[in-house]
Structures are given as C-alpha cells and as structure tokens.
C-alpha cells in the first residue's frame, strides 16, 4: 500500500536552530513526495515538492532531498525563525491514474526568541 | 488569483443532525479533493472529483457522507446524521490535471471548516 510516516512531535527549537523532520513512506511505482505547512488558523499550503529520485526541492531556506534507497524525504532548515512555527505535513501522490495524495499525521514545530 | 474558498469556517451541531459544507475551487481546476482532519492527525481524502466525476470515494462513509460536483465548479460536502467522530477539520483542495499525463499538479488547500459535534 501508500503511506507515509513522519517523526512524532511537538518539536521545540530555539531561534537559529537546526531542523530535521524525518519523513519515510511505503509506496507503489515512483511517487511524487511533497511537504506542506499548515500555520495556526489556516489551510496547507504547499511548502516543496520532488517529483523524481534524487529531487531537492527548497523553499523558503527548507530542503527536502527525495532518497529512493531510503524511501525518504526529510525536511531540514539551517536556521529557524519564529515564524516557521507550525504543523509541518509529509506527503505522497501516486504516480499512476487517480492523484490520489497520502499525508503523513502531521509534526508540530515550536520555534521560541 | 483567488485560493480556494470553503464555508462556514465553523460549524457546531449536535449528534444526529445534518449539516453542509461548501468548497468554490480555484477558477481552471479540474480536480477537487474533500479531506476529513481529525484533531492530531494528516488529512483523509473522503472524496475525489474530476470535472463532476468521482475519481476516488473509497474513504467516504456513504452511509452517513455525500458530496456533489453539479457543473463540474464547486461542490458541497453533507453528514446526515452527524456522529461525534465526525468532528474535524474538512478541508477542500484543488488541482490542475496536466493534459498530456493526466497526472494533476500540487492541490491547492482552502482554510478548511471546523466541525464540532455534541
């Protein structure tokens, strides 16, 4: 089947820190892997996105390299801001007929002054 | 380019009521996707539509849960009766399909409606 499995939270770093949120899935065919960011009060919004092994996609100083020998997807930052505080989402689309997406639960990030 | 517009952004009713929930996706976009978010979890497609076909409605409760895609624009969701375990998020997305492929691009999320049962 198709999942995805992201590291437990909440996730607490002080301003400047280093972040690493693990992400794996379990997948048919060769998917499209993606993180979304969820702030507090409002929808997803896509955050980056690999669509082939060996991908990084970066957004906003985050990186996600797309890992087939792993079936992984990490999601990293070198620097945190308190505005990156949220509830960050792994997931995947499969790659055949349907588009149907796979969420991981969802990692709670806390960023404090 | 407006996002992808849902209401109420908030709803409570009791057990055994019926409720429904409304998603205008963004203008072009073929697919449109429910998704039920329980507090502490990741999205659950519920239903997929493509144009005003159902794509995918494994997921979708059908004893209780119904949705609609009319003109192929925007859709409504409905629980009749609503259960306690129905309280959630509901969160409608949006996509473009590539018309070579068929495969759809990234979903396009609006700010979701949060249910409350009682």
């Known amino acids: 089947g198709n999942s995805v499995t992201q590291m437990e939270g909440p996730v607490t770093l002080s301003e400047e820190a280093f972040l690493t949120i693990n992400c794996t899935y379990t997948?048919?065919?060769?998917?499209?892997l993606f993180w979304y960011v969820q702030y507090p009060g409002e929808g997803l919004q896509l955050l980056l996105k690999?669509?082939?092994?060996?991908d990084k996609g970066s957004n906003k100083g985050f990186e996600a390299t797309y890992r087939k020998e792993t079936t992984s997807f990490h999601l990293e930052k070198g620097s945190v801001q308190v505005s990156d505080s949220a509830v960050y989402f792994c997931?995947?689309?499969?790659?055949?007929?349907?588009?149907?997406?796979?969420f991981g639960t969802g990692t709670s990030l806390t960023v404090i002054p | 380019e407006a996002g992808v517009a849902q209401s109420p952004r908030y709803k409570i009713i009791e057990k055994r009521q019926s409720v429904a929930f409304w998603c205008n996706p963004i203008?072009?976009?073929?697919?449109l996707y429910w998704y039920q978010q329980i507090l502490g979890q990741g999205p659950k497609l519920l239903i997929q539509?493509?144009?005003?076909?159902?794509?995918?409605d494994s997921q979708l409760p059908k004893d209780r849960f119904s949705a609609e895609r009319l003109k192929g624009v925007d859709s409504t969701l409905k629980i009749q009766p609503a259960k306690l375990e129905d309280s959630a998020v509901y969160l409608c997305?949006?996509?473009?399909?590539?018309?070579?492929?068929?495969?759809?691009?990234?979903?396009?999320f609006g700010p979701g409606t949060r249910l409350t049962v009682t």
């Open positions: 539509f493509q144009n005003n076909g159902v794509v995918d």
């Open positions: 997948a048919t065919g060769y998917p499209s």
């Open positions: 690999a669509t082939k092994a060996d």
């Open positions: 203008s072009g976009h073929a697919t």
């Open positions: 997305a949006s996509s473009l399909i590539r018309k070579t492929s068929g495969s759809s691009y990234e979903q396009y």
């Open positions: 997931a995947l689309k499969r790659s055949n007929t349907g588009n149907q997406f796979y």
